[in-house]
């Protein structure tokens, strides 16, 4: 064990990529032939145990292969390496307002004070969360921007320049998954492409997901189960402007019209992007919403909230009431006239009740207790809600 970590030699050989979850050969080993300049760092092989095995026995004792393997593994424990907090620790000052990331390079145009300050924010969360990730794997960090765009503008392709080709990731397994845990590995940005997963069945599932702060999972050929702590962001991208389903779980996320994406811009500034990044997480350790933009971004996440078709009939049928229950809603909104002149009400389902309840509250009714007496009694009240 000592010659393979107190050696000049052997010390600085092996090691541990945290970032990618895997043991590592840096640099070139003393069994391997060339010059160690031009030796390129990779995952450690199993053909490495054996390799080292020999040296040992052709040049110090003999040694068991468990006891090499033992002592390699505790070697590249003894030096843990972090690509992208590496990366970003040696990036040379830089006097870039982050602020102005979507506005420089991403097209996006204001359109008042407010969009502006909203957009601004927006940039230097999306920045600071993806530093935050990097230096403290696991801390919480779920806000998704939301780039909106047409088809084609570059938005994966400006991001893949953004976050470099080699830690950024576009084809998600579905998150039920046991895949989904192993592919975030290697990752700082993950690509939610065209939004696949805002389905309204997927919903709980999608913010347990995103809010999950580490993986625990067997990966494919282990015996053992691991615990990796996230190191990666999420950036949604989409063509639509109706891409929110759920009613009260948008607030994680912070739509961000873009048009032409400058990706030359991005390829050649994203160190200067990243070292003022860095820089402004170090001095001020904040990286989520000021609470100041949350009700105007539930606004912008409401505007593109998924229309149901049963919000509308509420609005139109409900108009004139100040108080309803879901009962009444449904009759007389889907009432049919029969012959003796009564009404037929519409059959309804558990998930039905849960909808139209849902459809009164997006249109201006709020709860309000429940009825206590009449026919409506012990029914929820839905009283029309304040204007101030």
Not at 86 to 93: A, C, F, G, S
Not at 97 to 117: C, H, K, M, N, W
Not at 287 to 306: G, K
Request: hydrophobic share 35%.
């Amino acid at each position: 064990y000592s010659q393979l970590t107190e050696t000049e030699r052997w010390s600085n050989v092996f090691a541990f990529d945290e970032f990618n979850n895997t043991e590592m050969v840096i640099s070139k080993p003393p069994w391997q032939s060339g010059d160690p300049k031009y030796f390129k760092p990779r995952p450690l092989r199993d053909t490495d145990y054996t390799q080292t095995q020999m040296w040992l026995q052709r040049n110090w004792a003999n040694a068991t292969k468990n006891a090499v393997v033992d002592a390699v593994n505790a070697a590249c424990e003894l030096q843990i390496i972090s690509p992208v907090r590496h990366y970003l620790e040696q990036l040379p000052e830089s006097d870039y307002d982050i602020t102005r990331l979507f506005e420089d390079y991403f097209g996006v145009l204001p359109s008042d004070q407010a969009e502006q300050d909203y957009v601004r924010e927006a940039s230097r969360v999306f920045l600071t969360q993806a530093c935050a990730r990097a230096v403290d794997a696991g801390c919480k960090a779920d806000i998704v921007v939301v780039l909106e765009g047409k088809q084609g503008i570059g938005k994966s392709t400006g991001l893949r320049a953004l976050f470099s080709p080699d830690w950024f990731k576009d084809s998600l397994p579905p998150m039920s998954q046991k895949d989904a845990s192993d592919y975030l590995v290697g990752a700082w940005c993950i690509e939610l492409a065209e939004m696949a997963y805002q389905k309204k069945a997927e919903i709980e599932q999608q913010k347990a997901f995103l809010s999950r702060q580490e993986e625990k999972y067997r990966p494919a050929y282990k015996r053992t189960s691991i615990v990796y702590k996230r190191r990666c962001v999420f950036v949604a991208t989409t063509n639509r402007d109706d891409w929110a389903v759920d009613e009260t779980g948008n607030r994680r996320y912070l739509p961000i019209k873009t048009q032409n994406i400058d990706v030359a811009g991005l390829k050649s500034d994203r160190d200067m992007i990243w070292a003022a990044a860095y820089a402004t997480f170090m001095q001020t350790g904040h990286w989520w919403l000021q609470e100041r933009f949350i009700h105007y971004t539930h606004q912008q996440t409401e505007a593109r909230r998924e229309a149901d078709l049963w919000s509308q009939l509420a609005q139109e049928h409900l108009k004139d009431k100040d108080e309803v229950t879901i009962t009444e809603a449904f009759e007389l909104c889907f009432r049919q006239e029969t012959v003796d002149g009564h009404t037929n009400p519409r059959q309804t389902t558990l998930q039905d009740q849960r909808r139209m309840a849902n459809c009164l509250l997006a249109a201006g009714f709020e709860r309000n207790g429940k009825f206590t007496s009449g026919k409506q009694r012990n029914q929820v009240r839905f009283t029309r809600a304040s204007e101030c």
